[in-house]
């Protein structure tokens, strides 16, 4: 069993930045890919980010790319969402994921799941 906990979460003008990390409980979380997701209001949970378990690959939705970075660091057992150029729309609660996803966009596809943190970004 893997426990994951966010952090990093807050409130945050258009334009500023803020990280997020997701800190796993074992170290055996580093064989997983890691995802980041987000939820809106009213919204479905959607994909942000993956990272490979080796982290030579990464995954970004399209309207994040370019302003948003995950990283992991296997000897924390730790995955970083670094968000610049926040935007109203980036509002939500973001969570953490790991698993194996065959798809790595798709949510029900990971197994493991963080409580989720809060991101707003006031205009």
């Known amino acids: 069993q893997v426990q994951l906990v966010e952090s990093g979460g807050g409130l945050v003008q258009a334009g500023g930045s803020l990280r997020l990390s997701c800190a796993a409980s074992?170290?055996?979380?580093?064989?997983?890919?890691r995802g980041w997701f987000r939820q809106a209001p009213g919204k479905e949970r959607e994909f942000v980010a993956c990272?490979?378990?080796?982290?030579?690959?990464?995954y970004y939705k399209e309207s994040v790319k370019g302003r948003f970075t995950i990283s992991k660091d296997n000897a924390k057992n730790t995955v970083d969402l670094q968000m610049n150029s926040l935007k109203p729309e980036d509002t939500a609660v973001y969570f953490c994921?790991?698993?194996?996803?065959?798809?790595?966009?798709?949510?029900?596809?990971?197994?493991?799941w963080g409580q989720g943190t809060q991101v707003t970004v006031s205009s």
């Open positions: 994921a790991a698993g194996y996803p065959l798809d790595y966009w798709r949510s029900g596809q990971y197994a493991y």
């Open positions: 074992v170290r055996t979380s580093s064989r997983y890919t």
């Open positions: 990272i490979s378990s080796s982290g030579d690959s990464t």
